[in-house]
């Protein structure tokens, strides 16, 4: 079994830039593709980044493109997520969550879930 344990939150001003961090534990942990998701209030969880267990391929939601990177470090068992030139509508709680299909974006396709951690941009 994965768990997996997001740090990095916090609130920032608009143009600012955080890093959070899972933390992944379990036998096989850094086999797993990895992803990060977000959720604003009123609003449905969003992908926005993701990484095969390798680290040779990353994707991204066209919204974050250019502004965050995700990355992992296999030997520490950590996935990040560096976010740059925030703006008040990347505010929400992020997720990060182990894949194990082919669409990144079905969130049916993902067995476990950090229990998040919260980001905010004021303007």
């Known amino acids: 079994q994965v768990h997996l344990v997001e740090s990095g939150g916090g609130l920032v001003q608009a143009g600012g830039s955080l890093r959070l961090s899972c933390a992944t534990s379990g036998r096989t942990s850094s086999t797993y593709d990895m992803a990060w998701f977000r959720q604003a209030p009123g609003k449905e969880r969003e992908f926005v980044a993701g990484?095969?267990?390798?680290?040779?391929?990353?994707y991204y939601a066209d919204s974050v493109k250019g502004r965050f990177t995700i990355s992992r470090d296999n030997a520490k068992n950590t996935v990040y997520l560096q976010m740059n030139t925030l703006k008040p509508e990347d505010t929400a709680v992020y997720c990060c969550?182990?894949?194990?299909?082919?669409?990144?974006?079905?969130?049916?396709?993902?067995?476990?879930w950090g229990q998040g951690t919260q980001v905010t941009v004021s303007s």
């Open positions: 969550a182990a894949h194990f299909g082919t669409n990144w974006s079905r969130i049916t396709e993902y067995f476990t």
């Open positions: 990484i095969t267990w390798t680290g040779s391929s990353t």
